[in-house]
Structure formats: structure tokens, C-alpha cells
């Protein structure tokens, strides 16, 4: 068992191997430069991802998304504050930027690529993103802890109970 593993681990090295060295651009694997090709951009310049994101932009007609990505805008904007991935998952998903959370930009993305109409709707209304207070709701351990050391349970998260609890030695 453990030979077959290490014979299928070394072909697999070696044919790794070999499209890299096929590969027209040296120091670009083979299966980026045939993105490339299929994104009809030059090979080296756009990172996999923005390979796949000029790809589905034009299959899906989304100009806007494609000339976004095509520009280089996705990796200067917000780069100061940490926002470029945000910014690159606002344009996957169709949206402007700063007005959504990474989870909600997923949430969209992944419910147009399902057709979920419902899904999309419920996203963008801002509907998602009201969640309960997670300190409204008290589980009998945190009105355990909570009466432990005299405090309403339902103003505290867990974490914060646990944090107040009086530490022995």
C-alpha cells in the first residue's frame, strides 16, 4: 500500500514537472498559460483567479466585471486598507464595493452561479446580515456562569462570562 502511494506520489511529481517545463513561459505553469489563451489575455499577466473571474465575465456577458478586472483596478483599490479581496469579491459579484461582507459577496456569487433568485434577492436586501444578538439568547451553562458571579447572563456572550469568572490558584 505504502509502495503504491510513493509510486503514485512520484508520478505525480514527474508529470507536474513536465508541464512545467512544457510550459511557453518558464516560470508560469502550463495549465495558467492555457488559461490565459482560453481568457485571451497574455500568459503571466493576470494571477489564476482573475483568469478564471475575465473568463466567467465574458461567458456570462458582464462587461462591467470584465473590464474591472481587465483595468487591474481589483489589486490597487483599497490596497492601503485591506479591502482589495473585498473589492475583486464585489466585482465577482456583481456589486459596488464597501457594501457587503466577504460572507454575504460569497453567499451572491455562488447563488447566481446556482441561478437561486431567492437567494440573491435575500442577500442583497440586507436581510442576511440581521442577526439575533448572540448575547440575547442564554443557554442554562452562561445563567450558570452568569450566577456564579451576579451578573445578567443575557448582557454577556459566553466568552465574556467566561472572561469574568474568578480565576483560583
Do not use: W
Not at 100 to 126: H, Y
Amino acid at each position: 500500500m505504502i509502495r503504491n502511494l510513493t509510486a503514485s506520489a512520484l508520478i505525480l511529481a514527474a508529470l507536474t514537472g513536465a508541464a512545467a517545463a512544457s510550459s511557453a513561459q518558464p516560470r508560469l505553469n502550463a495549465g495558467d498559460v492555457q488559461l490565459a489563451h482560453s481568457a485571451g489575455v497574455e500568459p503571466g499577466r493576470y494571477s489564476r483567479a482573475e483568469l478564471i473571474n475575465i473568463i466567467d465575465a465574458r461567458q456570462d456577458g458582464e462587461t462591467s466585471r470584465l473590464n474591472y478586472v481587465l483595468s487591474g483596478a481589483n489589486r490597487t483599490s483599497g490596497a492601503a486598507t485591506g479591502t482589495a479581496g473585498l473589492d475583486q469579491l464585489a466585482a465577482s459579484a456583481g456589486v459596488e464595493p464597501g457594501q457587503f461582507t466577504a460572507n454575504e459577496l460569497q453567499r451572491l456569487i455562488i447563488a447566481k452561479a446556482d441561478g437561486d433568485t431567492n437567494e440573491v434577492r435575500f442577500v442583497l436586501s440586507g436581510n442576511a446580515r440581521a442577526a439575533a444578538n448572540p448575547a440575547a439568547v442564554v443557554t442554562p451553562g452562561e445563567a450558570q456562569l452568569a450566577a456564579a458571579i451576579g451578573v445578567d447572563p443575557a448582557q454577556y456572550t459566553l466568552a465574556e462570562l467566561i472572561a469574568l469568572q474568578p480565576q483560583f490558584d
